[in-house]
């Protein structure tokens, strides 16, 4: 079945650092692969998605290259803010898992002024 | 236009009642969606609608839980003789279609706290 695995946190930045939280996945045939973002207090939203390898999926100043051979969609903004404080979310959609999100485990962003 | 709203927000109730959440997908959306996210952790898929086609069930985690949804609109999960484990928030979640590139809007969620 499908699995993401997300790089544990949770991780703590001064603002204006670069960031990357690290994203690896398993699935057959050609997942779309998401970012989510979660404000405290706040519901879920997508931050950002890529449909087929090598699209870059782009918002917020955050890019996320979706890597077939690395299999990997790894998150970066090349410099963070106090409002990016948030638990992060990689996700699929696809493979042996049609029409159903399969999440990552989470990664708490907190940023420093 | 309106996005997907959940209710109740918050509800607290004892070991072994029965719970209701409901949830209003945005509207003309296809497909409905709920999943349960615990303390800490990431989000777990429990049941996915479809239009008229039968439900996917096979997260729900035990024949405690149920789920309907009337034509293309409200859907309601239920929970039977709730368990402490069932704290969490679950969330509900509308797409135009099931289909593997559209985007899901997720509503804020109801957290449920089984004392």
């Known amino acids: 079945g499908n699995s993401v695995t997300q790089m544990e946190g949770p991780v703590t930045l001064s603002e204006e650092a670069f960031l990357t939280i690290n994203c690896t996945y398993t699935a057959t045939g050609y997942p779309s692969l998401f970012w989510y973002v979660q404000y405290p207090g706040e519901g879920l939203q997508l931050l950002l998605k890529a449909t087929k390898a090598d699209d870059k999926g782009s918002n917020k100043g955050f890019e996320a290259t979706y890597r077939k051979e690395t299999t990997s969609f790894h998150l970066e903004k090349g410099s963070v803010q106090v409002s990016d404080s948030a638990v992060y979310f990689c996700?699929?959609?696809?493979?042996?898992?049609?029409?159903?999100?399969?999440f990552g485990q989470g990664t708490i962003l907190t940023v420093h002024p | 236009g309106a996005g997907v709203s959940q209710s109740p927000s918050n509800k607290v109730t004892e070991k072994g009642k029965d719970v209701e959440l409901r949830c209003d997908p945005i509207?003309?959306?296809?497909?409905l969606y709920w999943y349960r996210q615990r303390l800490g952790q990431g989000l777990e898929f429990l049941i996915y609608?479809?239009?008229?086609?039968?439900?996917?069930k096979s997260g729900l985690p035990s024949d405690r839980f149920s789920a309907e949804r009337t034509g293309e609109s409200v859907s309601t999960l239920t929970i039977q003789r709730t368990q402490q484990e069932d704290s969490a928030v679950y969330l509900c979640?509308?797409?135009?279609?099931?289909?593997?590139?559209?985007?899901?809007?997720f509503g804020p969620g109801t957290r449920l706290t089984v004392t």
């Open positions: 979640a509308s797409s135009g279609s099931g289909g593997a590139s559209y985007e899901q809007y």
């Open positions: 509207s003309g959306h296809t497909a």
């Open positions: 609608f479809q239009g008229n086609s039968a439900p996917d």
């Open positions: 996700a699929l959609l696809g493979g042996t898992s049609y029409g159903k999100l399969t």
